[in-house]
């Protein structure tokens, strides 16, 4: 008997030592089996998680950040206890203590999985689990990834300490909201910095993770506190916080940065502009969009905050000049149902969904509004972000007697007389408070933006830091930016190229060139270009030919020293990669960018040294090594602690050259010319000197100005963005030229201005501005202007270049061409003389004035 006991003990024993042996193999084979060909642990040692980068102005503010997934990354070391103590808490309380996987916890959710027969099914992942999952595995729900963490959690925990681990989990984590990480979800939730958060802050910070997407703090509100305040009890019974901490904390309501309770951080910026968004743009192309978006840089920008602003209230002030002069209401196309507009939180909803530019502020801001009620007279209106008062805002009825409607024929209505002629309930609006002289508020008047588009920038001559840059109307309206995209034709603006060229070539500001009628066979048909005046001036020096913007001048010019020649200036300035050799193009008929131009200015400005324009000033990669400096010069005593103080220190240029200093300050002089007394002489008026170039092309579809002053470079453009006529009126001068004055009165007042630097080499010569005569030393009158010669090249005074053409037939050299023009009344009640409509046989393209 008692070896049938032993036998059958026995066998049992056996029997169990086999299976244990069997089962053992088994779990090894499993683990051997998913082993290999896992991806490699240790490279979590050198892993660098995707972080935002930053765009800082040049004081050190922020301005703007990218990231595709936005996370602020935190060493562990400065992570407080407190916050990995309520994720430990949450997540895994054993942490600290299992080596990779909590087998207790593993064996907990198996069966209550099978008690519940699947219904209850929870995880039972480490947090160092978690990571291998979200660094090394994915997201699938299979027993052949949960193996496979199990196999990389153990391997890690050998090769990475607790921190590391943790802190690898608390900066990769998606916490709702677009949020990875800790730091990067505090700021998004309570605009807080980690060390500044309160225990029921951590504790609602760690209650995410479990479903981030569900326990948003506004619309999952009652969700989101209970698991906050399960999170508070874990902590407590950890040990992490007291009882009487635990209690005051649950009680504390859920406030939040989406319940308004904090302020976002991302009110601390400003609307993104066209600026910031070019810095991405070239960033992301120079360096990649994903080093861009995930690489951490801090960029350090050359803007100017003040002068941005000033930048876009200037265009924004003669775009919309020229559309209010227009007088035609089209309105913003978006509506709000009749059904939403009775009741004030509908109507209010309704409108901040829809899609309008909230970034204007023009003499005010702009407010989104919509149109409630039509009366006999008036609008009434309920406004974004402004409180209904008794009596409700109102558009009166003199506030749309400017414009006229567009008819569904294509046809203009007559002006409007009362509000009902532009506006139907229902339609989303712009408008702005108009207050008094004394400031008090008198109405709220409609506003829409223009149809017509366009560009400023404006820059340092020396170095080429961009300090304001506009790219249209309104950013949130239209993110095309027409100041680096849009290529357009510059017309006369190019014409200082040619005289460039041309000086360059031996010839002098006082040269005489025929400026007389011109025939040309073109494919298209026999091209005669004209004046702007439809007249023509017989010889002329240069100086006079680029003040009042003569085209058969230049034409004759380019024709004397080459196309050829022109276009290799031109493409030496960057203005064109590849000119084509039409002599068109001498009149500015090729496209270009108003970046390119206003660039390329600033080398007439400088005296004639290459300069790179840049937006950046300097790039830092995440660990603060700087991988980009625009400025390269080299300070040769920056570091002599001998230097006195009241001397800067020598900074030695290695700019290329790409024209003669002397050649640089001719041209300069002469473009002066044209603010003083040319084309731009009735809207450019400052109080330190000025020089630039008007540019109007066939038809006025586009229009320039491009001027400096002795550090700063400005340069502004208009036009439809399917280029059309202008109409009659329209000019570089008279709309491009405000724009230029109103910013630069405010850039001088900052940055100042002086003469125009004379280079060395050379000396002046009185000579008459009309004719060229050499004029004696005490000459003096409006028609005296002292020349800059080079020494030892003594001008020819007398000869006459025609650039080779022969005279058109019939054609007479001084008198008026055809049509003299006629009187017309302006929208602002003036009168005008007008030429006739130009057409392929006076200019078939590029400038005209």
Sequence with gaps: MLRFILSFFGGIFTLVTLGLAVVALSIGSIFYIYGRDLPSHESLAQYTPPTISRIYSGEGQMIDEFAQERRLFTPAEEIPDL????????????????????????????????????????????????????????????IERKIKEIILATRVEETLSKDKILELYLNEIYLGANSYGVTAAAQTYFNKTLSDLSVAEVAYLAALPKKPAELHPVRDMKDAVGRRNYVLNQMQQ?????????????????????????DSFKSALPPRDYFTDEIRRQLSRDFGEEQFFSGGMSVRATVDPEMQVEAARALRRGLEKYDRDRGVWHGTGVTIPADQLGDEAKWREALAATEM????????????????????QDARIGIEGVDEDEDGHWIVAKDVQWARKNLEDGKLSSKAKVAADLLNVGDVVLVRAQTNKDGSFDRWTLRQVPEIQGGFMAMDVNTGRVIA????????????????????????????FVYAAALDSGYSPATIVIDAPIEVNTPQGLWRPRNSSNKYYGPTPLRTGIEMSRNLMTIRLAQEIGMDVVADYAERFGVYDNMGQFLANSLGADETT?????????????????????????????????????DRRDCVDCTNPDVPADRSPAIVSNRERVMDAITAYQLTSMMKGVVDRGTAASTVNLDVPVAGKTGTT?????????????NIV???????????PLGRGSYGGTMCGPVFTEFMKTATKKYGGGPFQVPEGGHFIKIDRYTGERLPNDASGPEV?????????EPLFGITFDGGFAMGSNLPLFEEIGDPGREVTTSTGDTAIVGPKATFGSVSSGGLY
């Design 83 to 142: 916050v990995k103590q309520a994720f430990i808490s949450a997540e895994d309380k054993h942490f600290y203590t299992h080596k990779g996987y909590d087998a207790g916890g593993i064996v907990k959710a198996a069966l209550d999985a099978v008690k519940s027969r699947g219904r209850n099914v929870r995880g039972a992942s480490t947090i160092t689990q978690q990571v291998m999952k979200n660094f090394l595995l994915g997201g699938e729900r299979k």
């Design 785 to 793: 202007v002292a020349e800059y010669f080079r020494d030892g090249e």
């Design 469 to 496: 840059m506009q790219g249209g109307f309104s950013y949130q309206d239209s993110v095309f930016n027409r100041t680096t995209q849009a290529m357009r034709q510059p017309g006369s603006s190019f014409k200082p």
């Design 714 to 724: 400005a340069g502004c453009y208009m036009g439809h963005d399917t280029p059309r």
């Design 357 to 376: 530019p909230r970034d204007i502020d023009l003499d005010g801001v702009w407010h989104p509004a919509v149109v409630l009620k039509l009366g006999k």
């Design 594 to 630: 108003l970046y390119r131009m206003v660039a390329a200015y600033a080398m007439f400005a400088n005296g004639g040294e290459r300069v790179e324009p840049t937006l950046v000033d300097r790039i830092q990669d995440r660990y603060g090594k700087t991988i980009y400096r625009h």
């Design 238 to 262: 950890n040990g992490y916080i007291t009882e009487a901490a635990y209690e005051q904390a649950r009680q504390e309501p859920l406030r939040s940065v989406q319940n308004g309770d904090f």
């Design 698 to 710: 066939n038809e006025a579809r586009d229009v320039w100005f491009v001027g400096f002053t002795s």
